[in-house]
């Protein structure tokens, strides 16, 4: 075979060209990543072979024992990894090696910033995959052959890793993939036996296969002339210990095999935040392996992205991205499963009704729960990069997962008027731990961003009398604080909704000059209703302030302003909204729209008012031409 008119020469899709230029450009500082990854695409592949020869025991042929094998060739400076797993025919390997399937693609290279080192994270949290062959190879041949296709169907690939690669159909005898790397000049160290070796063993002695080499006593590499020309052949030996990692117990695995571990199943390059393994006997047995990523994928807002754990039953690889074992709102967990209840030949579908499922899910779901709660207690530093990264997925918890609400509110972080930036470190329990004698609410204001709730008028009274108050600006809060309801007995209450009721912190002497503030802005009251009319739903004086003559705030059932946004983005009608009007009876300029006797100026001070409150709260004006212009008008008479 390997006719010539089998042969073509196709392009690399623009993404695949972009990324492939990229990670030449910026990994090189962690180069020897690249056997990691062509062994971990081995170890799937031989996976999935497994996985398959259960229906079909044929596509074992006579050769039922998976593994890998790296040789290497000194002289020609080439580095060769195969495997005996389920191969590629013509059509994978131009679709796997000539795309970039990942969805999002696209929007992921918009967001790399062209500084190398920054990109180089990031390329590395989108998993690079069989390119990082590029790193140290000019010239990358793929030699392959699906299991159960005759030998004459074989497929040959190759590709210098710039714009394209010739695909061609060759004889191969041995089933699997075989990738033979042509290193740059300056990476020819790599084709040597220690080197390789202490590079498998760092980065696969996790892999549940062996990974074969030539004996180190046989000579320089597996094609040592003079031992051949003997008629000896090279004698291979395993060089990991072949398990699976998670089948080992914990005392025996330190964290370095817990992080190599984790790089393999997570496609991540940086470690692990954390990670749980625990063996579960009983009435269902299973062994799980959890990990908290340190930072978030690119496409985790991307309602299409794959997520879940990789399921293994009894061992054997079953599926990536088992998404039925955990919550929506954990979906940042990486990590193994391995079942002993489930039966092997399960589909997505079955997963999906199968009780065991459920409650390894429920089981699973506490674990990752746990483990947050003790991460937060044992590291708080930690702690806070896992909030920075995911704490906004974590929040979706308690609509979910009503059950696990509890616990989930014990790992939300916040900033509130304790701290002076916006950083959200302070907890439920701290916020409760400084609750004044007589407070029995849990007070947040939630703005559109920290600013704007920071220097919310309504948080005057509040820095006055010493009460913390949570500042939310999180795009969720609204929303998913109305599904928290309460924290340790005590409810929730957003301080720009209803008439400004602070229970027992409010004294009778603040009750009093309340009274008496009503008494006395009776008719100012009336006027201000009449001047702005239909835009408000109710003018009050409010006891909220006391450096600012106005403010807004919410009535009682009305959706705030965050919510209302979101349901507008969704496509909701809205009713409008009307806010309610509350005045400072003892501001100066309040003070004066009282006494002035103009109606026009007073219509438009009060208009002026009103619209300077609705700014201070992040709000956006119907009108802001016919503010500028009656603000001007004032500005006029001041001046002359
Ligand atoms: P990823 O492994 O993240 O999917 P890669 O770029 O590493 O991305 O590989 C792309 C695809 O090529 C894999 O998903 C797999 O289908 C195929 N592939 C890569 N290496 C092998 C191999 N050794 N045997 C069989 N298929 C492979």
Request: glycine share 6%; proline share 3%.
């Amino acid at each position: 075979m390997g006719s010539q008119a089998n042969k073509e020469t196709l392009g690399f899709q623009t993404e695949a060209k972009q990324l492939l230029h990229l990670m030449i450009h910026s990994l090189y500082s962690n180069k020897e990543i690249f056997l990691r990854e062509l062994i971990s695409n081995a170890s799937d592949a031989a996976d999935k072979l497994r996985f398959a020869s259960l229906a079909k025991p044929e596509l074992l042929e006579d050769d039922p024992n998976l593994k890998i094998t790296v040789d290497f060739d000194t002289r020609k400076k080439t580095i060769t990894i195969s495997d005996n797993g389920i191969g590629m025919n013509r059509e994978d390997v131009i679709e796997n090696l000539g795309t970039i399937a990942k969805s999002g693609t696209a929007q992921f290279l918009e967001s790399l910033t062209g500084d190398e080192k920054k990109d180089s994270q990031l390329i590395g949290q989108f998993g690079v995959g069989f390119y990082s062959a590029f790193i140290v190879a000019d010239k990358v041949e793929v030699f392959s052959r699906k299991a159960g296709v005759p030998a004459d169907q074989g497929v040959r690939w190759e590709s210098s890793g710039e714009s394209d690669f010739v695909v061609e159909s060759v004889n191969k005898a041995d089933r699997g993939t075989q990738i033979v790397l042509h290193l740059k000049k300056d990476e020819k160290e790599f084709a040597e036996s220690f080197r390789l070796r202490g590079i498998v063993r760092k980065y696969a002695d996790h892999i549940s296969m062996p990974v074969m080499m030539v004996k180190e006593d046989f000579g320089a590499d597996a094609e040592d002339d003079k031992k051949i020309k003997k008629g000896k052949a090279p004698e291979y030996e395993s060089v990991n210990s072949a398990k699976a990692l998670w089948t080992r117990s914990r005392t025996e695995l330190n964290d370095d095999e817990y992080k190599e571990f984790y790089k393999h199943v997570s496609h991540d390059f940086e470690d692990p935040l954390d990670w749980s393994h625990n063996k579960v006997e009983g009435k269902l047995e299973y062994t799980s392996l959890l990990y908290l990523p340190s930072r978030a994928p690119y496409d985790m807002w991307n309602r299409d992205t794959t997520r879940g754990l990789k399921l293994y039953v009894q061992r054997v690889f079953i599926m990536d991205d088992a998404e039925q074992f955990l919550p929506l709102y954990l979906r940042f967990i990486k990590g193994v499963v391995d079942s002993n209840d489930i039966s092997l030949n399960v589909s997505r579908e079955i997963l999906q009704k199968d009780p065991a499922v459920d409650s390894m899910k429920s089981a699973l779901t506490k674990r990752v729960l746990d483990m947050l709660a003790k991460l937060k207690k044992k590291d708080k530093e930690t702690y806070q990069k896992f909030w920075n990264e995911f704490g906004q997925v974590l929040k979706e918890g308690p609509a979910e997962d009503f059950a696990n609400k509890d616990k989930i509110a014990k790992l939300l972080l916040f900033s509130s008027t304790h701290t002076d930036d916006a950083l959200q470190d302070q907890s439920l329990e701290d916020y409760v731990g400084r609750m004044q004698e007589g407070q029995d609410k849990i007070y947040y204001i939630a703005s559109e961003s920290h600013n704007t709730a920071k220097n919310s008028p309504h948080l005057e009274v509040f820095r006055k009398k010493g009460i913390e108050v949570l500042l939310l600006s999180d795009r969720v809060d609204e929303w998913f604080i109305s599904h928290l309801i309460e924290f340790d007995g005590k409810q929730f209450q957003d301080i720009t909704r209803g008439e400004l009721d602070l229970g027992k912190l409010d004294t009778e002497e603040d009750k009093k000059q309340q009274e008496k503030a009503d008494k006395k802005a009776e008719s100012l009251l009336k006027r201000l209703k009449e001047a702005l009319g239909e835009e408000v739903a109710e003018v009050r004086t409010t006891t909220r302030l006391t450096d600012s003559p106005a403010c807004l705030s919410i009535a009682e059932h009305d959706m705030g302003a965050q919510m209302r946004k979101i349901m507008e983005a969704a496509g909701q009608a809205m009713p409008d909204f009307k806010p309610v009007f509350e005045i400072n009876p003892e501001h100066p300029l309040v003070e004066k729209l009282d006494t002035e006797p103009d109606e026009d100026r007073f219509n438009d001070l009060a208009r002026i008012l009103f619209d300077q409150a609705s700014l201070a709260e992040g709000g956006q004006l119907d009108d802001p031409a016919s503010y500028i212009q009656r603000l001007n008008k004032l500005l006029l008479n001041l001046i002359q």
